[in-house]
């Protein structure tokens, strides 16, 4: 996540982001402090895998920086750029200022958003409220973002390609899936992942639709979408099976229904069942 930087509460043990505490004194990274040029910097979250992220300055001007070190897989920076850069034209996102690489890790520097993720305190509080804006701004991107014209995709097919190539190469491991897919193993899993259900409806999907990724105002009205780097065309439900995951992970169990509702649409187990566990496979 870059703007939406709370832990989303989940059974998955992959690749968390951690709420970075106040008494945390990770060394900034030379990029991070040249983009700062003297302006204050403060470190707003931190995942496994060493990625960053930065609110730099304290006023107008000040921007986000989402950083990650130069062994982290999986991770391209300068394509979630793209992707927002196009998204941008149709619905909120952040404004990429720049991009860049060394030979310590990529950056990636945006504008910052109003409104806070949608598990910032005052939302977790209020769950009827964030779980039905999680449904209105997922409708509304989904809505928005023309499928015909988006060049990006996020298909099913592809993804199971990619998991195929990730257990040939030993990437795989059950331990790091939520608790009903670890049994499977990565065979079974692979081989369920291979028959894919036909598409409901094949809508730009966010990619990542967890509750962080969400922002909201101050009246509790969805303002725009973060963390884009994995934007592209899908059935719809690649979304939606991650979502209600997600209000449930962060909001205690029975919430799905009340995102499902705001979207705008009724359940649809078996769909649920495969893009979740496609999640686990490939993410």
């Given amino acids: 996540m870059l703007a939406g930087h709370n832990e989303d509460v989940s059974q998955r043990q992959s690749r968390p982001d951690i709420h970075a505490k106040a008494s945390e004194r990770a060394a900034v990274p030379l990029a991070v402090a040249e983009i700062a040029a003297g302006r204050p910097v403060r ?8 990625g960053l992220s930065y609110l730099v300055g304290a006023g107008p001007g000040d921007c986000f920086v989402k950083w990650v070190p130069s062994q982290a897989s999986g991770i391209d ?11 941008g034209a149709y619905t909120p996102v952040a404004r990429v200022l720049g991009t860049g690489a060394d030979e310590d890790g990529a950056w990636l520097v945006t504008t910052v958003l109003p409104g806070e993720n949608a598990v910032a305190p005052r939302w977790l509080a209020r769950p009827e409220t964030a779980v039905a804006a999680l449904g209105r701004g997922l409708r509304a991107l989904h809505d928005r973002l023309p499928a015909a014209a988006c060049p990006f995709s996020w298909s099913a097919q592809d993804r199971v390609a990619d998991a195929r190539r990730g257990a040939a190469g030993g990437w795989l491991d059950p331990a790091d899936w939520h608790l009903e897919h670890r049994p499977l193993g990565v065979a079974g ?5 291979a028959d894919i259900p036909p ?6 999907c966010h990619g990542d639709a967890c509750a962080p990724n969400t922002l909201l105002g101050a009246d509790g009205h969805w303002t725009a979408h973060v963390d884009l ?4 065309v899908a059935d719809r439900w690649a979304d939606l099976a991650v979502a209600t995951w997600s209000a449930e992970w962060n909001y205690g169990p029975g919430w ?13 187990p078996e769909r649920t069942r495969y893009y979740r566990l496609l999640w686990d496979l490939s993410s």
């Fill in 77 to 87: 920076l300068a394509a979630e750029a793209r992707r927002m850069d196009w998204a």
């Fill in 43 to 50: 470190l707003l979250w931190r995942n496994e895998i060493g």
């Fill in 189 to 193: 899993a692979l081989a369920l992942a």
């Fill in 199 to 204: 598409a409901d409806h094949l809508v730009v």
């Fill in 256 to 268: 799905a229904p009340a995102l499902l509702n705001a979207y705008g649409i009724a359940p649809d």
């Fill in 229 to 232: 780097g994995l934007l592209g």
